[in-house]
């Protein structure tokens, strides 16, 4: 068992890595164009959120302090900040893990007014979902929005007021990459952190 595991967890390496090297040239290239363009747009944006005198307020309920959450709330915040500057402001919650707090938290954005809201995990989106029809959400570390939103026959499309990104993994895909690495074709297992 544990050669299998090693010999799978080589093998993904090696895909990984292989697709990481295949045009590293031409990719610096385009990644070098691309972020001297964003950093003009975002120059362009921030100036004229500025220009305006406009301000936004964000309000952002994380569910639960975790590497990942916390990466993916810094990361909006980052983006957001190098768009607009300092015509963003952040009101920036934690639910301590508890549904009803992000549901507290939620009322308390609505009552304030905010602009945009950032529902960090499912519970937090149901709270979004709950609290406001009006103001803008974002999910994020969301694994299905139709599951979670109650949404039957999902096709990809909340039309409501509710946007984001998924973190569900491509599953099939990556059943068929441990087959296609393993061996024993006919029976397999991984492990899953949770």
């Known amino acids: 068992m544990k050669k299998a595991l090693s010999i799978l967890t080589v093998g993904c390496l090696a895909v990984s ?5 295949s045009t590293a040239a031409s990719s610096a290239a385009s990644a070098a164009d691309s972020t001297a363009s964003s950093a003009a747009e975002s120059t362009a944006a921030s100036d004229t959120a500025a220009a305006d005198g406009q301000t936004y307020k964000v309000g ?10 916390d990466a993916a709330t810094q990361g909006f915040k980052d983006a957001l900040t190098e ?3 300092d015509a963003v402001t952040f009101e920036e919650k934690n639910a301590q893990g508890d549904s009803n707090t992000c549901s507290t938290i939620i ?5 304030d007014n905010v602009d945009l809201i950032l529902a ?10 709950a609290g406001t029809n009006t103001i803008p959400v974002l999910g994020t570390s969301v694994t299905e929005y ?8 999902f096709d990809g499309l909340v039309g409501t007021n509710i946007s984001g990104t998924s ?8 059943a068929g990459i441990i087959k296609e690495l393993s061996r024993c074709k006919d029976r397999w297992s991984a492990v899953l952190q949770r």
């Open 17 to 21: 890595l292989a697709a990481c090297g």
């Open 120 to 129: 960090n995990a499912t519970p937090a989106l149901q709270a979004a979902q």
């Open 60 to 69: 952002i309920c994380q569910l639960v302090q975790h590497v990942a959450l």
């Open 146 to 153: 139709g599951v979670a939103l109650g949404i039957d026959d």
């Open 107 to 111: 009322n308390g954005f609505v009552s």
């Open 167 to 174: 973190d569900l993994a491509p599953l099939d895909e990556q």
């Open 83 to 85: 768009q607009l500057g």
